[in-house]
């Protein structure tokens, strides 16, 4: 049967190229598409290393000395934030707070600095100041198993922790081998910490790879703490439904510190999605531009296929008059049009290839052609189109089916 | 003549409604995503209140610096301190206005005597800004340069804020408390959509009110720049004037061994709006580039289809295109004529995308039209969204597609054989 279909498809040439480069057009474009969210899919659904459900970020401001309240004999800032974070961890409906500087996830602030000690080095690394009830907050977790309550505890003194896989792709070797170790972090060599513990990766955001979101953790020192710090909390769960309102009920009387009060709280999910609306977009307009090819190959198919079978009455009469079922009849249209992507897929894998060998797609792992990926990508797309053939093709295909032999001969 | 126009395609269209439904939806899908694409960037470039001067904006939201001798050394990068803005920007020649205010929305607690406080977006600004801006006052007025030289504690908020405060819209000269400090509202203004993101704000107040001046360092500090240009084809003069300050200042700051890079600020509207990240030059050229094959694509595979089907369609009118050849009907009268007709239902489809894509627009605007770093109501409104351009374009592009989805059909049967044509065969 595919050898007549071969012919069939080789006298009909002059209709079927219009179908084939609208099949290898769509091609290219549908894999760099599939190809695109496989990537970012993937990317999403590896392990955060951090959580930031039922998380909170509060903004600080304070008084200026022409303001009425202002009082001039509250000078130590320090003291005023330190007492607000007391009487926040107080509220029976907060589990945690922490204070950082540039270091919550999401942030639109970042610090870089070089990370050395002996020969490993490892420059443009995410600095992160913290002080202990972060790793509580985000739920970061040691790599030898610590909880976040452990590891909060060991961050006291000249220590530094590290993301276990900082050194692991340029030296191989593992973070919870070197604990104890002293390290560098930044330009100044004087500056030396030990290695107290090694988490698991934190990644950036939800569509950044740990490959590029290499991190360390150090104690925030007391004299940097402002108004200007990340003030970070979170609430127990079940606890989230009002928290900001209740809490904001409270803040002109009971959460106002001296010169220091409460001017917003932010809750992470709207952080995360502010912070992602570029990637949030670029997907949406892909996702879109998916449905506008299927839709566009299910409308050409549906025309092509209708007139083909227009065209073809008393051939497909005769076809059954020779004893072909209906069952015949349907299979053979749908395969025919199964067999055209077929041949368009052959030139639009070749094109597809060079794309990706170009790089001119998304990166993961650094790479943009591996061989697992692109047979996984080429054979969703082809998955995807076919499946649009065939529904295109069935209301012809059905038509064609109920064609009466004796009737159609007779037109003729 | 028109009259025949019409009753051919209408006959046309119901000859084989399956066929005519694909063609119309197939050109309405096509239209209708191009419009999305078109108007997506028209929400960041084209003018409406309070940015309806957008044409003539330039906009300098952040400075760069880096260290006198290394080349390679760390940039530092971010919006400027008010010196900065006076050596820059504040005294050019040739501009018309130049406003300068907070880089970022800050949040700010406001309160009525004993009520429960809320949170509003607070933009810190100049007076200036209230001419190079045309918000629409609903009651009072800006606050004047006398205002803003004292540091006054005047506000003006959106009727949202206003009605949030005290009910009503006629608010001007009543006391609030804004972070804890007393304020006087002085104006009230229509609510500003996120989308206009230089204008937008739900409270606006002097930035001489606060602090803001004075959290600086050098150079850098908290404090953008948009520049209103007498007319676009100021722009070279203004930047050149700007380098030329640029040299001055860049002679001042040696002693504190820093340089500030240029990288070809200040920027007109189209290039501020993709302007992300402080530490790199946006790329025009590249977005121009993808919005060029977006919209490639969305013509293309749409008119492949279409012309296949026309091709179909005609193919069963061979017969009477061989009579008209035959009654003396001229090849070119014939392509014109098939062309005409074509377009005619382009164009229904067109009209049919462009309809689709506004209710779209306005149903789904959060999800469409949703701005990266930005927070607060985005709400979207007719003078956003059409605009005399939104029209044009919609227009030119079903032609455009009209024209590559029926030329090569239409031109093979307008030039066959006339004795094969009356006879029904193709060739």
Known sequence: ?412 | MNINYTKQVWAHLRQDPLISTISVLGTALSIFLIMLVVMLQQVNVAPYSPESNRNRFLHASYLSTASCQDENQSTNNGPMSEQATKELYSSLKTPEIVTVYAFLCRPSVLSVSNAVSFVAQTKQTDDDFWRVFDFDFVNGKPYDKAAFKAGQHVVVVDENVARKLYGDINVSGKDISLNHAPYKIVGVVKNVSTLASKAYGEIWIPYTATNLVSRSSGAQGLLSVTILAHHRTDFPAIVSEVNQRLTQYNKKLKEQNIRILSRNRPYDQEKESINYSSNEEPDVTGMHRRQIVMIAILLLVPAINLSSMTQSRLRKRIAEIGVRRAFGCTRMELLWNILMENLATSLIAGVLGLILCVIFSFLFSDLIFAQPFSSGTLTVNASMLLQPSTFALAFIFCFVLNLISSLIPAWRASHGNIVNALGGKTR
């Not at chain 1, 969210?37 to 392990?47: G, H, K, T």
């Not at chain 1, 001119?360 to 061989?371: H, I, Y």
């Open chain 1, 1 to 412: 049967m595919t050898k007549k279909l071969f012919n069939q498809i080789k006298n009909e040439w002059r209709s079927n190229l219009w179908l084939m480069a609208e099949l290898l057009l769509v091609s290219v474009v549908m894999w760099f598409i599939v190809d695109y969210l496989y990537v970012q899919y993937s990317i999403y659904n590896q392990p955060r290393g951090f959580d930031t459900n039922h998380c909170y970020h509060i903004v600080m401001g304070t008084l200026l000395p022409s303001d009425a309240d202002y009082n001039p004999s509250d000078t130590v800032q320090v003291n005023d934030v330190e007492e607000l974070m007391d009487r926040l961890k107080r509220r029976p409906d907060i589990d945690a707070v922490s204070l950082s500087y540039v270091s919550f996830p999401y942030n639109t602030s970042n610090m870089w600095q070089p990370v050395t000690s002996g020969k490993l080095k490892r420059e443009n690394v995410f600095a992160k100041n913290v002080t202990p009830g972060f790793f509580r907050v985000f739920e970061i977790k040691g790599a030898r198993g610590e909880s976040s309550d452990q590891l909060s505890k060991m961050l006291t003194g000249k220590v530094i922790m590290l993301s276990n896989d900082l050194y692991k792709d340029n030296y191989r070797v593992d973070m919870t081998s070197l604990i104890g170790r002293k390290f560098i972090a930044g330009g100044d060599s004087a500056n030396i910490s030990t290695l107290a513990a090694a988490y698991k990766p934190i990644r950036y955001s939800d569509y950044m790879e740990a490959s590029e979101s290499y991190s360390y953790i150090m104690p925030l020192s007391r004299t940097d703490i402002s108004i200007n710090m990340e003030l970070c909390v979170r609430v127990k769960e079940g606890q989230d439904v009002d928290f900001s309102e209740k809490l904001w009920k409270d803040a002109d009387k009971q959460l106002r510190v001296g010169n220091v009060y409460i001017s917003d709280v932010e809750s992470f999910s709207d952080i995360r999605k502010s912070f992602q609306q570029n990637d949030t977009n670029q997907t949406r307009n892909y996702i879109f531009g998916m449905g506008f090819l299927m839709l566009n190959i299910f409308l050409g198919l549906l025309g092509t296929f209708w007139f083909r079978t227009q065209q073809r009455r008393s051939e497909l009469a005769l076809f059954k008059a020779l004893g072909a079922t209906k069952g015949n009849v349907f299979v053979r249209q749908i395969v025919e049009g199964l067999l055209l992507l077929v041949i368009a897929t052959i030139p639009a894998i070749l094109i597809d290839a060079n794309i990706a060998f170009a790089g001119l797609n998304q990166k993961m792992d650094g790479m943009t052609l591996t061989s697992g990926r692109f047979i996984i990508t080429v054979l969703i797309t082809w998955l995807l189109i076919a499946i649009m053939i065939v529904l295109g093709n069935w209301l012809p295909a059905k038509k064609a089916m109920g064609i009466q032999p004796a009737r159609a001969l007779h037109e003729e």
